[in-house]
Every structure is written in structure tokens, then in C-alpha cells.
């Protein structure tokens, strides 16, 4: 049996290779493991630890290393302590894979405590051009894992040319379009159980509504609490109700915090309910419904062309993103996000388009996983 | 003044960038800052710290980070307790730069603390190929830098095509040859002085002699004993006297030191003397004299281009790193250590070859790093 | 100049150690150094570091050591944290005797880092009894301390029972109370500021109201919620407007936290206000007019001595510390703690009683901390 | 099945606690755990983990945690190492008890994990006193433990005077003399298998010879090379063959290895026999034959007593020990050393005295952790 073992730092984290975890443990030649870590194991951004134990994955250690502070140093400290303790664990645990997901900061942690201990390296979502340090850390894992994830043309492309070999290459989609594709399918949102949660106003969902998500810039720290503002206040300007998530909690997100109370105390009337956390089951459907999905949350891009959501993407945290028609790209402006809005509102929802993945991701990657490896010493193509 | 700030992890470490850090010092422009940390604040390593100030830098901190025990585990630990301290003292230096040294497990600390701080990168000796791990942190380095100051043509090439922006990309040749071309001109080797350093057998070294330099390959962790075995025993046949070195304090150290010790135990006689570290002054002479040099130790190939060494290359860990005529490459046997070494005893010295710079990179990079500054925000140029 | 470090782990560190900090600063013999960690450093928890700068000390070095989570998981990792930094923070600054406060958790970190680098260690308000793992930290400490000084009698005589010399316990009493003998004479509660800050509701403090400061009870992990509710619902009977704060970083405050926002939920028309923190100086002009404080704070015992103010003390947080006149314990319930405050609403304001001190503690600090200092090597007297 | 968790860091360490082990291991109520970390991973002080595992018992985690360095910075933070890690492990294997054994430096990491998770402590071999900074570590841990296995009626009496509870003192013996009790029964040395570990002079063990033993002496640090010196010159001066075991890895064992390696050099005649480490079973038995043991090894005052061993014990390191008739202290020069061996030397072997227990400490330690625990809250008695 060969040993898979994930290592889950955060709620996207999860939603992100969920499906590859459930296609993991029920593949006949693979066993599956599970690391919970970083911001998965607190309760203040939601229990995700829970989560995945509801999900019947049993998590085999759970790390705390999330330093608070939420600044440029706590970022880098907090990646310090996962890398401290995953060796400890690995040796534990002996897998013969280790699989990252995508690009945040504690991702770096797992892939050197991999690397260093020469256990191969899976990694999804890799390849991609975003801006913001996660980019950096995207590509520099690329550098360092045996096997690669795709989840789009753009990206596999990418991925090669930066000299890793075709063979360990696998254009698979990306697993969250998996979830998507089943949450899409199934029963319909409980009004009343949905705004239970979270806090702010209510509303009647088959009124057209807008939905707001957006996080830090880690580049450009210090400037969230303005960024926040122009959407916010967009938001109130266009009249609409509409739900808003709490952010990421990168270096930066006190900022956006901040910037969400202060408008909550300003506007007391608002029409907007704020969520610290929504299930992607309920998120997704939510996107399906909503007149215009704003922010900078790649969701819209992703999930968004998937499913056919008007988006307004705004300032550069997505700034190189393969992107569909569903898209308007803004600055960081209340009339530049109002005008964007109003144009969807008079376009309407558009047509799914499959950039991310047919949603059978998690499947292919199992099969892969399962097949011959790649390896240790690996070296560039050219 | 901008501030640069120089982390030094090893001896090694050190000398590949003594003549940037007095070119910085010299600058009227900028301000040079030292950090110690990793096996050059151990004197089991060799007093690198005492060094640094003898040459008249001050270090600014000095963070003691090798955890025991030399083993894949401990390796990524190491770099965990550099990251852990590390953004402390960036926090109380405030540098505008971050200059970090080559490819050694610990320059992920490094890189990690000053990007995720938003400090900009510069890295030396990007580019190049190598084999083993160090060749992975190396690509990973150059996605996270923001100033790239490979040693040859061929590293400055590919460099571009992993995707990094030319204008941020500068050939300055390799800083240590800036010593090499000093040490070369300096006064002679005090015999008597050179071997009262070590334990072992003493010779006249106008006497042809051969030199060893062997380190751990890290992803052959546990092959070390026997890797030494072979070139211990290859120059017990060649009968010549010899210099060995101690191996870095990588993964493995152990087992070379193993070998080391067992063979020293066997051969009572033999003609072998031991260093624990050479100043590279010392060092540089000796491979201008030395009839041989034995070994995987990437000096062979760059400071013996330069010189014109005869190096018999041993195994994998140098497998893809530039080259001049100087060196024949061959597998972890005695035979075919003994072959190699006899065609170059036939051959004798090579002419210089400058693949690796001139002499003269350490002025190059104060330069750069006196000039235009990069965006902190990096993308991929494809 | 002697030099002398003080570690500041938290705001209430802060105010028992500052008017020593002041006198040290002012000795001519003495220089004083400050190191900022744990929840000192962070917004989250009120901006000790800003305070700590506008009162006119610098800080030497700022750590950032809390681990996210706040349960006994974290509360042990985040020490480790600060007893791997401090080291390399001592040696940077060189004290000749760090200063620690009390008996918080992080207080073992500055502990063990000072006594295992040999650096003499004075340790203030030990000696003391109150259950919860803070007594074994703090008698824990009193074997590991070079110069004590206790804050009251009765903790003077049990450090000399601990088998400490007389030479080196001081009873100088508390330094919180220098700064409650200073705020008693200042200038009155502007009431419009006050209410700016914090949440809730509004009054006239000429009125009778209570105040409520109550925080977890680390050896009752998971009872915080029911403790603060019982205490929330006793201020609802008693019909009373309040203030009441926020709890402190241990482990379990996160339940106090859920208590608090529940009751907020539950009655939209609570005559209470809440803060986050209140400055000391407003927090003793309280303690003077409030007609009773409620909760498990030390603040009820000790300032509330010197003061007179009238304590229901709730629970067994506080149970065995030396106590006045002033005080009731009652147990976590409703009724008891509303028979209490009756009680007192009866008797009115007590007579000031110097239990903790006559407000001259940091003075005596820094005379004992310039004249003449015991052995590195302790022993028990017995 | 009550779990009781024993945390290993060193040889030393492992000795003292092993009769205990088996015991627990054997008892019907009583499921042990075992934890390895500090110098107990490492084969640079001899592969306890290795003797662990052969003796029957299976680590349940592996935790390398020694900074490399050995002075007083890296001291304290390999605590802290072993700090930030435990608590993971611990919450992992859930143990009911955590059994701390002696002094060491590391010992605080387990103790401060396990009462800061709220997990009962049971401490071995508190309550004496010894000089140098582990005596404040004994009685700190004293303070924090639940459970007390003092080794001599000494440290018992001591050990109430510091406050605790008289049900939770138990004076059960040394359990390092279970094990001395078996060594002195077993089978003789084989001198060939003997000498051929280590490294230097070899002899007839008939012949009278002497043992040397020395630590470095923490609170004084930097004087340990001219103490081994001293050590040295004096076994040098007595002409008698003599076996000389390497130095414990506290801060400043590199000043005792410098002072040995130098010996080695300057006396290539030396009638010493050098020991990385000594199997305890041969150590006891060349205690039981040697004409005299020198140095400040705990073994000298508590085995010696147990088997009858003249000691000379040299220096501070061991000053308050109750101590027998077998032991004579000097200070650490040549001449003092010499006239106490000679006084020894005329003497012979002395009786045996059972101060340190009678050789059955493990059963009675295993048969308190099976009986009713106290309580996790405790208070001083006073």
C-alpha cells in the first residue's frame, strides 16, 4: 500500500483537494493520511478539523503553528513552526507521498519538511500566474515537487516550460470543481438555517443580491482597510442586498477586518449579512443565484467560470489569472466596482465554461498517485 | 543608505561572498549588515564567525540554528529554527536587501524570512545545475529572488528561461574567484604551520601530492560511508601523499566521518593528512600545486577552471554543474578513481579558463545593488 | 552601569512592573533594557507596545510568541517560542539581571532563558497563593530567582520557607500599587471619552454601578462560559448599570469570550459596557466610585485593598491570596454573587488597607537592583 | 489502563529510570509510553534509543531537539525545542501521568508540557541538592510535580519542607541502584570486548587502576578544560592505568573534550582508556574493582555508596549530596586529587550503605502510579 499523505493548513485548503482525498482512500492501492494544520486547527476561522472528520477522514496529527499577529513576520515564523514539527511527524507517519495544495505561505513548510526528507512531492494548483507572494511560492514549489497538478491548460504549460519533466506533468482540473459539480446538483438552501449564521441583515434570495469576498494583498500590506472601504461602499451605493465573507487570515486581514467593523458601525441599516465562514456547499450555490460576485477571491474565477457567475474581479491579487467571459477586471474604486456591477446586472448570468476542470479532478490524480513514481533526484530539462 | 543584509550559514557560505560583502562596505551608497547563523557560529565547523570579524565585518546577530544529528529530519528543522528567528532580527535591521548565498538547505530560511517580509532578495550563483537537493532549492530560490547574480553564461541563461524579468539578471562571474585571483598572487605556504593544523601524515609538498574533498550527497543519504570508502582506498593505491578535508555538516556528514575514521584506524601509515576546515587562501595554493584533486566538492570545477586543477569529479552530486577541460567525471569506484587520476598525472596542469568569472563580481554586485530596485511584487514573464 | 532587562508579556505585566521600569530608568547606576513579547506585542489584546513607548521606554526587541488557539496546547508551545528567542536576544543585549514578572505562563520562557545563561534573575509578586498553575509557575520561578521581591508579607515569609537566603527577599510591596497611589490624585474620568472606546451601553457615572472583570480558570479548562454567564446574569438581576472587560489571553479565554458575546446577543438591552481594555488609570478611578467589583481579577484583592473598594471575589482563582476587609468569595452562582454585591451595597466603600504596599515599590526595586548582588550559584538554605 | 508517559533524554537519564520502566511495563493496571529525545536520539553520545528498544521497550516518538553549540544560548533553547514539541505528542498519545526523571536541562520542556496540558507529574530524584543551576531545575520541577520519587530520606525531608504534600512524597530508593543490585550479581567483563571500544591504552583489570569521570560544572563556564586538566595530570602523576569517560553534553562539555583531546596529545604514552560511553552494567562492575573513581560523576557519591567505591570527588559540581564514607572532596588541583586517592589507596573498598535505596525503587514506583492520583490543582502546604 502505498502511503498518501495530506497536509491540510486551511478551510480552502480543504475544499481544495477534498475530492482527491475521498478518490485517495477509496483507491484499493493507495492508504490515505491526513496532517491538520496551521489556520485548520483553530475554531476562529472555523473548525475545519471538524469538518474533515465529519467527511470520515480521520486526521492522523494535528499541528498548532499559527503565531499570532497576522503580520509579514508572523507569516514567516508560523511556516517556521509547521517546518519544526512535520519532520517529526513524517517520520512517524513514513509516507511515501506527500501532496500540497496550491500556494499559501504554511505550504512552503510541508513542501521543505518533503523535500528535505526525501519523501516525493505532489502538488495541485500549481503553475498559475497570480501576483502577490503566492505566486512566488506556487512556482518555487513547482521547483521542488515530483509530481504536478494542473489544474488548467495555462498552468500545465507554465509548469513545463519552467523545466519540469512532461511525464510528471498531469493536466487533471481542479478538484474543487469536483464538489462544485455535486453541489450544483443537490437540494436547495434553508433561508432561515442560512442566516442563523453570521450576523446583519436578511433577506429573500430570489431578490437579486450581490456577494462580496475579498482578501489581503500581502504585497501591499497596510492597505486593506481602504481596499475594503471602496467595495463596501460600492455595495451600499448600489442599494442591492447582499452577503459578505470575513478574509483569509493572511498578513494583512486585520486590516480588512477592520475595515468591514467600521463600516458595520457606520452603515447600521445595511443590507448586508457578514459571514466568517460559508460552507461551499451553501457558497456555491450562493454564487449559482447571486446578480454579481465581487472581490478578489479566485473563487470568482474559477468556480465562477465554471458555474457562469458575473464576477467583478477587483485591484491585482488576481491580476493573472487564466480567466473566462464571466469576468470584469477593477481597480480598487467604488465608481470603477459600481459601474462594473451594473454592467453584469444588465448581462446576466453567462455560460459554464470548463478553464478549471470537467470535475473529475480528484479521480485522475488518485490513478496517478497510484502509478509509477517519478524519481527522488529530480533535475531541470534544460 | 540602503541597507544590505548578508546571512552567512557556512564557511563555504562565507568565502563565496567575502568580495561582495567589502565591495559593499566600500560603497559610499550602502550599508552592509551580517548575520551568523547555522554551522558558521560553531566552532565544530571551524571558527567561521571569528573569520568574519579578523576580515573586520561585525556581525549584526548570531543565531545558533544546527539542530544534532545530521539527517534528513534535522536538516529541515535546521531551517526551521533559521525562519523562526530570523524575521525577528530582519524586523530590528530594517534591511532593503537581503543577499543569501548559493544553494545549502539553510538559504530557504533565508529566502523565506525576507520575502514573506517583503524585503528584496538578491541570490548569487543561481541558475546552475547540480544533482541532489540543492539543485531544487537553488530553481526554488531564483522564483522567489528579486535580483539574480548567476556566475556563468550558462546558469544566466537559464535563469531567463525559468521566467525571471532580464533587466534583474546579471552575469557578475562567481565572487569567490575575486579571492582565488588574490590568494593565487599571495606569498607562499608555511609547511610547517599548514601541517601542525590537522592530524595525519606530513609531507614536502614540492612532492606531487593529491587532495580529497568529499561531501554527502543528500539524496544518498546513507551511501556516504562506503562513497568515501572508494576514494580513501583509491589514493592508498595511487601511493602518493595526500590532504583530505572534513565533509559540510549536510545530511550524511556522519557517514562520511565514519569512513573517515574507520580508514584512518585501518591504515595506521597511511599518507593522508586530515583537515577539519583550510582557509581558502591555504586551500586555492594547494590546488595551484596539487597534482590531483579528488572528490565531489564543486571547488574542482569552478576555482580548477579558473586555476587549472586536474579533478577527478566522483559521483553524482556535481553531475551537471558547468565545466572546462580540467575535469574527468567518474562513479563511486576505486578503479575508476585510480584511471582517471593516472590520465591526469600524465596530462599535469591545465590552462585557466574563466567560466566562472574573472575575478572581479564582488564589485559587479555592490554595483547592482547601489542602482534601480525591482518592484517587490515579481511575476513569471510567461 | 549595571544593565537590567525587563520582559513584558502582557498589558497587566505592564502595569505591575512600570513604575519600577520608571525608577531603574532614572538610577543613575542602572540602565534599563525592554523586551516586548507574547500579548504584549499584539493589537488583539490592546497595544501594550505603544503604551509602553508613549510612557518613554524603548523597547530593545519585540517577539512575537503567541501561538493561536489558546488552550493549554498553545499556552506551552508559545512559551517555547519565547525560551528559543530570548537567548539569542540576550546575547544581543547583555543584561547583568533580567527582571520577570509574576507568574503567567511566558514568564518561565524569560526565566529559564536567563537562569540557564547564567544572568541573574529578579522575580517580583512571588511567594504568593491563589490555585490554578500560576502558583506552581510562580513558586516554580522562586527557586529559579536570585533577588525577590515580594509584594506583601505573607509572601515574604513563604519565600523564606521556600529555602530562600534573607538576604535576598525584599518586601517592597506591589508596584501596581505606585501607579494606583498616582491615578487616585489625578484629574477625574472624562465620561464622554471613556464610553467612546468599548461597546454597549452608556451611564452616568455619579450612579451606583458595578464593574466585571473576570477571566478563565486554566486547571477548569471548558467551564469559562457557564462561570462568565453566572456572573452576567447576576449584574442583569441586580439591574445595575456596569463595565465589564474582556478576559485575558489563557487558555480558555476564548470560552469567557463566547460567554460574553451569547449574553450580548440575549439582552440587546444590557445596561452593561464592555472594553477590550481599560488604561489603568481609568480602571482605578473606577475601582474607586464603583459601588462593587465583580469577578476573579487580582486587581479586586490587591488594589482593591488599598483603595477599599468593595469585591465579590467569584470562584477559586484568587482563593488564597492574603485579602482585606473589602472582600466576599462566593462561588460560581448567580444567587451568591448577587447576595454579596447586596451586601456590600449596604456596607459602602472601605477603609484603605496597605496590604500590597504603601505605593513606593519601584523606588525599593532600583536601590536593592544598584547595590550590592548575590552568587550566580543558589542553594537551599535547608 | 491508567497511561504513563516517560520522556528519555539521555543516557544518564535512561538508567536512572529503566528498573521503573520495566516495572510499569509489567504492571497489570499501568500501560506505558515512551519518549526519546535531547542527547537520548542522538549516536553522537551512544545510541540510547538503540538500548532502548533492545531492552524491550518501543518509543512511541522520536523528537530531536539539541541545538548544536553546547553553551549556555543553545542549552536554553534545545528546552525550548523539546517544548514545542511535546505538547503535540503528548495530545497525541494522552497520557494520564508524565514520569520526569533527575535534573537535566531538558527535563523542564517535559514538565512544562505536561502541567501546563493539565497532565499529572511524577518526578524521580528531587528534593537534593547539588549545586549548579540543575539544583534550582529539581526544586523548580518539585514545585510543579503531583507525584515524588525522592532517592534518599535526605531529599525526602527536604522535599516537605518545600511545601508539598506528605501522601505525595514517596521515598522509594534510587532506581539506577535496581539495576547496580542486578550488575553486581551478572557475569564478569570480558577485558578484550572491553578495550576494544574506545580508544587509548589497554590493561590487566586485576591490576589496580582508576576511573575518571567529569562533567562540565554550568555556573562555571569556560573553566572546564583546566578542570580536566587538573583531573588528568593528577591520574598522570599516581602512573596507575586508569579508564576516562567522555563528558556529559551540557554547556561547556566542549571545554572537557578540548582538555581531554589535548591530554591525548601531549602524553601519546597515557596508560588511560578514553569511553565515549560505558554500558552501565560495566561501569558498575569496574566501579565494584577500581582502586579509586575520580571526578564529580553523581555515580561516585550515590553508586559508590550502594557498592562501597573509594571516590575522590573533585570540585563544586556535586557539593551537598548526602553523601557515605566512600567519598572524599577536594578542590579541582593536581596535588589535593593525588593525597586523596593515596589516602584511598591505603584504605581499600568500603562497606556498603544503602542511602540511595536498596535496590527495589522500580516496583514501588510502579505500584504508587497504579494506586489514587491527587489532584490536578495543587497548593503549597503553607
Same mark, same amino acid.
Given at each position: 500500500?502505498?502511503?498518501?499523505?495530506?497536509?491540510?493548513?486551511?478551510?480552502a /485548503?480543504?475544499?481544495?483537494?477534498?475530492?482527491a482525498?475521498?478518490?485517495?482512500? /477509496?483507491?484499493?492501492?493507495?492508504?490515505?493520511?491526513?496532517?491538520?494544520t496551521?489556520?485548520?486547527?483553530l %475554531?476562529?476561522?472555523?473548525?475545519?478539523?471538524?469538518?474533515?472528520?465529519?467527511?470520515?477522514?480521520?486526521?492522523?496529527?494535528?499541528i498548532?503553528?499559527?503565531?499570532?499577529?497576522e503580520?509579514?513576520?508572523?507569516?514567516?515564523k508560523?511556516?517556521?513552526?509547521?517546518?519544526?514539527?512535520?519532520?517529526?511527524?513524517?517520520s512517524? +507517519?513514513?509516507? %511515501?507521498?506527500?501532496?500540497?495544495v496550491?500556494?499559501?505561505?504554511?505550504?512552503?513548510a510541508?513542501?521543505?519538511a518533503?523535500?528535505?526528507?526525501?519523501?516525493r512531492?505532489?502538488h495541485?494548483?500549481?503553475?498559475e500566474?497570480?501576483?502577490?507572494?503566492?505566486?512566488?511560492?506556487?512556482?518555487?514549489?513547482t521547483?521542488?515537487?515530483?509530481?504536478?497538478?494542473?489544474?488548467?491548460?495555462?498552468?500545465?504549460e507554465r509548469?513545463?516550460?519552467?523545466?519540469?519533466?512532461?511525464?510528471?506533468?498531469?493536466?487533471?482540473?481542479?478538484?474543487?470543481? &469536483?464538489?462544485?459539480?455535486?453541489y450544483?446538483?443537490?437540494?436547495?438552501?434553508d433561508?432561515?438555517? +442560512?442566516?442563523?449564521?453570521?450576523?446583519?441583515s436578511?433577506?429573500?434570495?430570489?431578490?437579486p443580491?450581490?456577494?462580496?469576498s475579498? #482578501?489581503?494583498?500581502?504585497?501591499?500590506?497596510?492597505a486593506?482597510?481602504?481596499?475594503?472601504?471602496?467595495?463596501l461602499?460600492?455595495?451600499?451605493?448600489?442599494?442591492?442586498?447582499?452577503?459578505?465573507?470575513w478574509?483569509?487570515? %493572511?498578513?494583512?486581514?486585520? &486590516?480588512?477586518?477592520?475595515?468591514?467593523?467600521?463600516?458595520?458601525?457606520?452603515?447600521?441599516?445595511?443590507?448586508?449579512?457578514?459571514?466568517?465562514?460559508?460552507?461551499?456547499?451553501?457558497?456555491?450555490?450562493?454564487?449559482?443565484?447571486?446578480?454579481?460576485?465581487?472581490? /478578489?477571491?479566485?473563487?470568482?474565477?474559477?468556480?465562477?467560470?465554471?458555474?457562469?457567475?458575473?464576477?467583478?474581479?477587483?485591484?491585482t491579487r488576481? #491580476?493573472?489569472?487564466?480567466?473566462?467571459?464571466?469576468?470584469?477586471?477593477?481597480?480598487?474604486h467604488?465608481?470603477?466596482?459600481?459601474?462594473?456591477?451594473?454592467?453584469? +446586472?444588465?448581462?446576466g448570468?453567462?455560460?459554464?465554461?470548463?478553464?478549471?476542470g470537467d470535475?473529475?479532478?480528484? &479521480?485522475?490524480?488518485?490513478?496517478?498517485?497510484?502509478g509509477?513514481?517519478?524519481?527522488i533526484?529530480?533535475?531541470?530539462?534544460?
Open positions: 500500500m502505498r502511503k498518501i499523505c495530506s497536509v491540510i493548513g486551511s478551510r /485548503n480543504y475544499s481544495s483537494i477534498k475530492s482525498l475521498r478518490a485517495i482512500q /477509496n483507491h484499493p492501492d493507495l492508504e490515505l493520511q491526513v496532517v491538520v496551521a489556520s485548520a486547527v %475554531d476562529r476561522y472555523g473548525s475545519v478539523a471538524t469538518l474533515i472528520e465529519e467527511d470520515g477522514f480521520v486526521p492522523d496529527a494535528s498548532f503553528s499559527l503565531i499570532e499577529g503580520t509579514p513576520v508572523t507569516m514567516a508560523s511556516t517556521a513552526l509547521g517546518l519544526l514539527e512535520l519532520p517529526t511527524v513524517f512517524q +507517519l513514513k509516507p %511515501d507521498v506527500v501532496i500540497t496550491g500556494d499559501r505561505f504554511e505550504t512552503m510541508t513542501t521543505l518533503a523535500v528535505y526528507m526525501n519523501i512531492l505532489a495541485t494548483m500549481g503553475g500566474v497570480s501576483g502577490t507572494v503566492d505566486e512566488s511560492i506556487r512556482h518555487a514549489i521547483k521542488f515537487a515530483h509530481i504536478h497538478f494542473p489544474a488548467c491548460s495555462d498552468a500545465y509548469i513545463l516550460k519552467l523545466g519540469e519533466r512532461e511525464e510528471t506533468v498531469h493536466n487533471v482540473g481542479c478538484p474543487r470543481m &469536483d464538489l462544485v459539480r455535486e450544483l446538483d443537490s437540494s436547495e438552501i433561508e432561515r438555517e +442560512l442566516f442563523d449564521d453570521g450576523v446583519g436578511r433577506f429573500d434570495l430570489r431578490e443580491f450581490l456577494m462580496l475579498q #482578501h489581503p494583498v500581502t504585497t501591499e500590506f497596510g486593506g482597510e481602504s481596499q475594503i472601504q471602496a467595495s461602499e460600492a455595495v451600499e451605493e448600489l442599494g442591492m442586498p447582499a452577503i459578505a465573507l478574509p483569509n487570515p %493572511d498578513a494583512g486581514s486585520e &486590516d480588512i477586518a477592520r475595515g468591514m467593523r467600521k463600516y458595520r458601525e457606520k452603515y447600521r441599516d445595511s443590507k448586508i449579512h457578514f459571514f466568517k465562514n460559508l460552507p461551499i456547499h451553501l457558497y456555491v450555490k450562493l454564487m449559482q443565484r447571486t446578480a454579481c460576485l465581487i472581490g /478578489n477571491s479566485s473563487s470568482g474565477i474559477r468556480e465562477g467560470a465554471f458555474i457562469g457567475t458575473p464576477v467583478v474581479n477587483v485591484g488576481q #491580476h493573472a489569472r487564466q480567466r473566462g467571459a464571466n469576468v470584469i477586471d477593477v481597480s480598487n467604488k465608481d470603477s466596482i459600481v459601474n462594473a456591477v451594473r454592467q453584469h +446586472l444588465t448581462h448570468a453567462y455560460l459554464q465554461d470548463p478553464i478549471y470535475g473529475y479532478a480528484g &479521480d485522475r490524480i488518485a490513478t496517478v498517485l497510484a509509477s513514481m517519478p524519481m533526484q529530480k533535475t531541470i530539462t534544460y
